[in-house]
Every structure is written in C-alpha cells, then in structure tokens.
C-alpha cells in the first residue's frame, strides 16, 4: 500500500481491503518513524487526520466516494488550515493557528481527502533548498546530506520517501517542479490563476501558483483537479469551467502514443550551465520520447536569460509588501521586550524573520523606492512581457517545450547557503515559466553519476495542464523512473 | 506691507466615505457605531493568506461622481498599493490609486458670498480614485497600550482632488460646500462629517499677488467641519504671511489643525515624509469600466443641481439666486420641487419665497433639517394655492403657517384650508362688506379724512390700516386700496 498508485488505493478503499483509517495509520506511523531523520513535516496531525479518515470511511461506506475520498494527503504549511497551526516555514508564525481553510485545503476536505500534516519548506516560499526554514532543512530521501530542493521541499521528500502518497506545494519560481526533479517524483504547477490562492500565504502574489505533487503524472492528475477551479475570493482566480485532467489518460497506449507531438528545444536551456550527468539522462529521456513518435524542433527563448534578474526584482518587490502585514500587532511574533511602537515593528521583524526573507524583503524596498521604481520594477515588467512574447514565438512551432528542470542534482546542505546568487541560478530553467504565467511540470528520468534523481521539464502553453500530463504519463508508461524509490520507501 | 499685496492658494482634497453596505474589499459591513472589532472580517484583520475582492457598488458610485461633475470616467484603472507602517493598517499598505485613478478631471460651480458681493466660480477637478480607509487607533482607555479598532478598515472612500483653484478660504468653504451636496445628491455618500464620512485636507500657499510661481503649500490634514476648514485656512494663511513678511521661509509639511486652539502645528516635515512605494497591486486586476456600463449608470443619475437650476430659471421663471438657493442641497430642491408639484407651476415664485424664507427660517431657528419639517411640501402648497388664488393675504398666511408649524389643520394636505376655515382667516373679498367698514372707519377718524383731503399721503396709509385692523386683517388689502380712494375722491 506504501508505494501504490492512487488507483490501487481506491479500489482497495472501494473493495474495503483497506479502511481509510488503516491507511492513515499506515502513513501516520511511517512519518513517525521516518521524520526526524528527513523533517519533511512541521506539523503532524494524527488526531485530525483520523478523523477525517473515519468520515472518509463512511462516504466509502455509503457509496459516496470520489477520486480522493479516504487518501491521505500533505499540504504545503503554507496554505491555511483551521485548527491546525500555519507557519510559512517561519518563527514569525510559529503560535499562528489559521481560522479558516485556504481554497485548496477546503476543496480538498470537500473531496474527502485525508490531511496528515503540514510540511516543511523555505521561509516564506523564499528558497531552493528548504534551508531557509525555521524548523531546519528537510532532507533529501535519497541522501539525508543532500537537499530535497525548495521551497517546497517538505512536500517533496514526504511523496519521494513515501510519507504521503500526494501532497499539495505552491511554485513562485520553481518550488514544485525544482524539488519533484532533485526528489525523483512528478510535479506540475498550472497556468496561473488555474489554482485560487485564497488562504495560500503569498510570497509574490503575481508568481504564486498552487501545485501538486506524485510519483506520477496519473497520481498527480486527480490532486490537479481537485485543487483547481475559480474562487471568486481570489481576483486572479479564472473563470473557467471545471477540468477533469486525467481525462487523456486512460485512452491506449498503442505504440506510438505521442505521434506527431513537436517538442521544442529552447537551445538557451541546452547551452553550458548544466552539469554533464543532467545533460545525459534529459538527452536520453528526449530520445525516448521521440522513441513514442515525438518530434523535436529547436525553439529561442532569446529573453530566458533575463528571466533571473527580472524575476529577483518583481518577486522581492511584492513579498516586500506582502509580508508588511506581519508587525506583531495582530498575530504571530511579537519581541517580548520592546520600547516604543517602532521599536516593536523592528524587534519583531528582525526576531520573526530569517536571512533570506529579510534580504529579499530589503532588495524589493529597495526597488520601489522613490526615483529606483522606473529603473527596475518597470524594467522588470517589460523584461516580464518579452518573455512571455518569447513562449508565445515558441509554442507557435511545438506543442510542448522540454529541458532540465533543474541544472544539477541535489547538492549538500550547506554548500550554497553562504552564497544567495549561486542559489538563484539553480533555478534558472524554471523561472521564466513563472514570469509567462505557463503552466510547467517536472518528472523523473533518470539518475545523475551520484545516484541522485534528475528531472525533465515540460512546459506547456497556457491551460495545456491536460496534455502535459498526457505526455509525462505516456512517457512514464514506457519507462520506470517514476517507480524507483529511495532506501526505506520501497 | 498690507495683507491685500498676497494672493492665497487653496486646493483641497476631501475624502467621501461611500455609502455601501458592505467594504470596498471585503463582505463585512460599513454600519457605524459597531463594537470594536466587530466589524473586521478575515480580510480586513489581514489574516495571512486572504485577498481583496472589489466591490462593484464602490465603482459604480465613483463612476456616478464622475458623470456628475462632467470628468472622465478611465475605462481601465489601476489599484495600486500605498505601502507604510502602523497598528490601524492592517496589512503594512493601503489599496489605492495611484497612476490611473477611475475618475479624471472635471468641474463644480461654485457660487460664492451674499447679496451683491455674490460671485460664480468654476473649479477644476485633478481626479478622484478608490481607496480603503484605515482602522481607528485608540489612545484612551487602555494604560500605557493602544487599542485598535478595525471596523473602519476597508470602509469604501473616494478620494477627490481638486486643482489649486481657491483663492480664500470662503471659496474654499464654498467648494467643500458643494461637494458635499453634490455627494448627496447623487447619492454615493452620506455627508455625515461628525461620523468622519466627508473629511477635508486642505494644500494651502500664499504667493505675491501676480507672482505666477505657486508658493510652497502646507497641507492641513482631516478638517471635519466647514467651520474648521475655514478657521484653519484662515489661520494658516495669517501664519505663513506673518513668517514671509517677518523675512522666513515656508517650509512643505504637513499640519493638524487644533480647534481648541484655532492653531494650526506640524506634524511632519518634507523630509519625515513617507516614501510610500507604490505599485500596481498584484492581487487585483486593472478595473475596467465598458462603455455600457457608463451609459447605464447615466441614465439612472437624478437631475443634476446644475440643470435643475437652469430648469427652475427657465421653467419657473426663477432668478439665477433663488435658483441657486434652491439646489443647495438634494433635500430642498426636492421640498420645492414637490411643493410646486402640488401648487402648480404657475405659483413656483410664491413656493420658492415661501420656502427661502418663512420655512427657512424656522428650521433654521428650530435646528430642523428640511426634510424633517413638521410643514409637508404638500401642506404648504394648499397654503401658496389659497394665497394665489386671494383667499388669503399674505399677512394672513404667515398665521396660517403658523399653525401649520403646530401641527394643526389636521396634518393632511389641505391643513391649511381647514385652519383657515376653523379659524375664519377667509378674506373678506366682499365689496359691500369691505365698503361697510370703510364708512365706519371714515366716520371714526374725520382728522385723518381732513389731512388727506388737504394733500397728505400719509394719511391715507393710516386709513387703510384702520380698515384693515377693522376686518382683523381679513380684508383684501388690494381692494381695500381701491375703494377707500374711491370714496375719499367721491
């Protein structure tokens, strides 16, 4: 049951082989006995997710499931759970218990889904490797000295270790797809606006997009849909009817089942930057999926290398002015001792917030200071729009965009952390996806020469979710990277 | 040098609360006088996670400003974040508009002074935009500690600006004046100044009379009365050109206005100003407003004050200042309106003296708004309608207003006809009855027919008055006239 699909656990739940609350347990113990050498949960919620389980059981029990009915799940902690305490990753919230479910955790609950617990991740989704985070790293499952990547990270070495067989994580500018590549699972973050991000704490509210994570493009397909859909309490939110995205899936496989697909090989994310071992299993992967009747053309994004300039502008620029709300006054951190009023905004800040969280909140109060505004947040914006134009010059000539996600496997905890830009660069190849708003995915495809997992990325044009999970899982038909699990998952 | 060698500059901008039921964003309710606290919803405590919705009566009622005062109405505005520090503002910065606000340009005539010295004038408008209010900071009440009370965060105000037009205080007053009627009238604001709904801050600079270059302004802050509005200009202008002439220079700042004092004190320098950051917010779409939408929003706007008083000169054969008079606010414009509707057109001069001046005078006197007067629009038009049609004279009507004030008659329509019928104040338009009393009186007073006789006017002014007072005023005074000479000349 550990290491099976969500189809094999539904029908189990729906044969009553296994009880949802057997489940949970099962997953419940495995996070006891795993967490604290991987720290992949801040929170675990056995009381509430047995609960749910029990309730879960009874819609089984009355004919009444859907798809996630009785599943045990992880969310990012940075979508808000009522009752159940919502850190971001960070002290300033580290007494925060949420009065009300963010969108994503309502529908969630809706659909009968089991919450196990919230799970670690970079300060403020401000991070690649989950070492910006209050709580400690969370570790990689396949080698505890090395990252699970960021911000989501938490999430991810909980699905790669088999703590949870799916669980939700948000992607500002890479923090699905970056940690589902150096974890060795399935990652997809929709176009933006598909995911209401209602009761999501923001990091860079024009960035932010709720994602999910699975072993596999079918396990991720069912969260996707759940997840998704318009909130009229998100303004971003868009309006469009429901998607079910696994609905290409189930269609034969056949020989050929990606005939005629044109896949796009932007050479900027060819060219030198990525590490040799990265280099050889995406060029491998490529060859397989043309092996299934792709084809591939080369593409320019002659604007992708600006995407990181342009993205540490924007980025820091609203998370400057998102995170102004956490002041002491209300809720969350306040300093114990404190002089005046201004005294306590800085005391509080200063105590509340981590490194990388206080320097991207000074760069983005930097940026839009007066007489600096017009030199770079608009600069920034037009670098935005190039690059979107760029996508949209690209998807004229391919269905489907694909490279590295990430430029090298997991790297050492501690190796980058004394060096910010280096740890900006690891997230080059997926950046400029945020910046486009486009939906993008990341999946297993082989394994780098220190036996760490490496990931293709699939990029899509807007509201393509469907089909780039179609060709993730026709690849993962054919192969099995996607089944391989560390030590002590399987 | 004389007070008259400097030319005052005055420009205001008034902040009109928007009478909604519910916040700009946010569902909770704007109703005044709640419990602290009781009002602030999720979003208005700037939970973590929450956003803002905007609420569509508040941009409808900014686009009914901007078709009344003739201004642009953008089809696409900007929301943009104001971004500071303090406990009353929940998230570390106010939604506002910054670049493109909803409503461009524009103009109000005002009329300024009494009698002669009575002049028109026309003030531009620079803009108005949308913005939420802050929350209250509580300083009593709470030992060494503030309270806050949210319940005002988020309340909808529209911002309005005008151009440096005013060149004194009492044109300045006189503007504030007519806003506030005008966002009465229209009705997209209460005008409770008490309540904080209509607030003025007012740029105020003095210059060389003929000097082109403005002056360096101070800006008065949060005037919540035309009194203070003018008691602090009038201040602040003595203040700035006793400090020039005394060889000083005025300095950008920003000013309270005490009013126990009648003082004007800085509050912050140019220099302690507030880089406020702003940029487009992230969390709320460009507000774009269809043509239909306005063409809607047009039909349904009430006749202006400007074309009703054009109505009322060319209609009712008005003067320009009765007109002007009557469409000084909403409640009577429509008191006259109704009274001339029940009294008829012909008999609108009579309705407007009536209303002016008896009516006006004792509301004033009793402190009553119009609306509240115990005399209704149709009681004093079955009064006008006897005057006009000489069943009572003037001086009889002032009793039969009287007793209208007093509520008697009835309190219906025709109140006035059953005093007058009650009370016998029916003219005696009787020819011979009239000339009865004339004979009596002639016969009384042979000194008074002596001294006419030998040429004194006079005299027969006091022979009309005996007659009169012999009919206990009751007599048409016209007739009365008429026949007395017939005699006295027989």
């Given amino acids: 049951m550990i290491n099976a699909s969500l189809k094999t656990l539904r029908a ?25 050498a991987l720290n992949a949960f801040i929170t675990v919620d056995r009381d509430g997710a047995l609960a749910a389980a029990r309730a879960a059981d ?43 479910d963010a969108h994503v955790v309502a529908q969630l609950k809706a ?31 396949w080698n505890t000295a090395k990252v699970p990547g960021g911000s989501s990270g938490g999430s991810a070495a909980a699905v790669a270790a088999r703590l949870a067989p799916i669980a939700t994580g948000t992607d500002t500018g890479g923090s699905v797809r970056q940690p589902a590549a150096l974890t060795g699972i399935t990652g997809i973050k929709p176009t933006y606006g598909v995911v209401s991000r209602y009761g999501m704490i923001a990091y860079a509210s024009s960035l932010d997009q709720g994602g999910a994570f699975a072993a596999s493009a079918e396990d991720c397909a069912p969260l996707l849909s759940a997840m998704a859909g318009f909130d009229p309490r998100d303004s971003t939110s868009l309006e469009r009817p429901a998607e079910d995205y696994a609905r290409l899936l189930a269609a034969p496989a056949g020989d050929k089942p990606l005939a005629g697909l044109r896949i796009g090989l932007p050479r900027e994310f060819f060219g030198p930057g990525m590490a040799d071992d990265v280099r050889a299993a995406v060029e491998a992967a490529l060859a397989h999926y043309r092996a299934l009747g792709a084809i591939t053309v080369d593409v320019d994004l002659p604007n992708a290398r600006l995407a990181i300039p342009a993205y540490y502008v924007i980025a820091p620029a609203e998370a400057s002015s998102n995170l102004s709300r956490f002041d002491g006054v209300r809720y969350g951190h306040r300093a114990a001792e404190y002089g005046d009023l201004n005294d306590m905004y800085c005391k509080s800040r200063a105590e509340g917030f981590g490194e990388e969280v206080k320097r991207r909140i000074l760069v983005g109060t930097y940026v ?98 469907a089909s780039l999970l179609n060709a993730a899982h026709r690849y993962q038909q054919a192969t ?6 560390p030590e002590g998952a399987a | 040098m004389s007070r008259t060698d400097w030319e005052v500059v005055i420009g205001l901008e008034v902040h009109s609360q928007l009478n909604t039921a519910s916040k700009i964003f946010s569902g909770a309710s704007t109703a005044f006088g709640a419990e602290p606290n009781a009002q602030a919803s999720a979003v208005d405590i700037a939970l973590p996670g929450v956003l803002p919705v905007l609420n569509r009566g508040a941009v409808e009622r900014a686009v009914r400003f901007g078709l009344a005062i ?36 524009g103009a109000i005539t005002i009329r300024v002074g009494e009698g002669d010295k009575a002049y028109e004038k026309t003030v531009q408008l620079t803009r108005a935009h949308l913005e939420e209010d802050a929350g209250k900071s509580l300083h009593e009440d709470f030992h060494g500690m503030s309270g806050i009370d949210l319940n005002r965060a988020g309340t909808p105000l529209l911002e309005i600006v005008s151009e440096p037009d005013m060149r004194s205080s009492a044109e300045a007053v006189a503007y504030a004046r007519a806003l506030h009627a005008l966002v009465r009238w229209i009705d997209i604001c209460d005008g409770n100044m ?56 005025i300095q950008q700042a920003t000013v309270l206005f005490d009013p126990d004092s009648g003082e004007t004190r800085m509050m912050r320098s140019k220099e302690d100003a507030h880089d406020y950051r702003y940029f487009p917010d992230p969390d709320l779409l460009p507000l774009v407003i269809s043509e239909e939408w306005i063409a809607r929003v047009r039909s349904e706007l009430p006749e202006l004050p400007e074309a009703m008083k054009a109505r009322f000169v060319a209609d009712f054969g008005l003067s320009a200042y009765d007109a002007t008079t009557l469409t000084a606010s909403k409640e009577v414009a429509a008191y006259f309106q109704a009274t001339v509707d029940a009294a008829g057109k012909a008999n609108a001069k009579l309705c407007a003296n009536w209303v002016m001046g008896e009516l006006a005078a004792r509301l004033n006197k009793a402190e009553l708004d119009i609306a509240a007067s115990p005399v209704t629009p149709a009681q004093l038009a079955g009064m006008v309608s006897r005057i006009a049609d000489n069943t009572i004279s003037n001086a009889i009507a002032k009793k039969v207003f009287e007793a209208l004030w007093n509520g008697e008659g009835g309190g219906s329509a025709d109140a006035a006809d059953q005093i007058i019928d009650q009370q016998g104040l029916k003219q005696v338009t009787d020819s011979g009855a009239i000339e009865g009393l004339i004979d009596e009186v002639l016969a009384a007073n042979p000194k008074s027919v002596e001294e006419f006789r030998s040429g004194k006017e006079k005299a027969f002014n006091a022979l009309v008055g005996q007659v009169m007072k012999a009919s206990k005023g009751k007599a048409n005074p016209g007739q009365v006239n008429e026949l007395l000479r017939r005699k006295l000349q027989a």
């Avoid at chain 1, 486009?436 to 509201?463: E, W």
């Fill in chain 1, 12 to 36: 189990a739940l729906d044969a009553r082989q296994i009880s949802s609350v057997e489940l949970a347990t099962l997953f419940l113990d495995r996070i006891q006995a795993a967490n604290p």
């Fill in chain 1, 58 to 100: 009874e819609r089984i029990a009355a004919g009444q499931a859907g798809p996630l009915t009785g599943i045990p799940l992880a969310h990012k902690d940075l979508f808000c759970t009522e009752g159940v305490l919502t850190t971001c990753g960070s002290r300033m919230l580290a007494n925060f218990v949420s009065p009300y």
């Fill in chain 1, 111 to 141: 659909a009968g889904a089991v919450c196990l617990g919230k799970t670690n991740m970079d300060e403020f989704a401000m991070g690649s490797s989950n070492e910006n985070s209050w709580y400690g790293p969370a570790r990689n499952p």
């Fill in chain 1, 368 to 465: 839009l200071s007066h007489g600096y505004y017009d030199a770079y947040y608009l600069q920034a914006q037009k670098l935005r729009r190039l690059i979107a134009e760029d996508f949209r010059a690209a998807f004229a000539q391919c269905d489907l965009i694909a490279g590295p996600t990430s430029p090298t496997t997991a790297w050492g905890i501690g190796e980058k952390t004394d060096d910010p830009v280096q740890m900006y660069l690891s997230d080059i190849y997926t950046i400029a996806v945020n910046l486009a708003g486009l939906p993008g995915l990341s999946q297993p495809c082989g394994f780098g020469a220190d036996g760490l997992p490496v990931g293709l990325q699939l990029i899509g044009d807007y509201f393509s979710e």
């Fill in chain 1, 480 to 485: 099995d990277w996607h089944l391989r699990r």
């Fill in chain 2, 70 to 105: 003739g201004a642009t109405v953008a089809p696409k505005s900007v929301f943009a974040r104001k971004n500071y520090f303090y406990p009353d503002l929940p998230k570390g910065y106010q939604i506002s508009q910054f670049e493109l606000p909803v409503v461009q340009g």
């Fill in chain 2, 194 to 249: 008490q309540e904080g709904s209509f607030r003025c801050d007012a740029n105020v600079s003095v210059r060389p009379r003929g000097q082109e270059k403005f002056g360096t302004r101070r800006e008065i802050k949060n005037l919540n009365s035309f009194r203070f509005l003018q008691q602090a200009i009038d201040y602040e202008v003595q203040w700035q050109i006793e400090r020039l002439e005394d060889g000083g220079t």
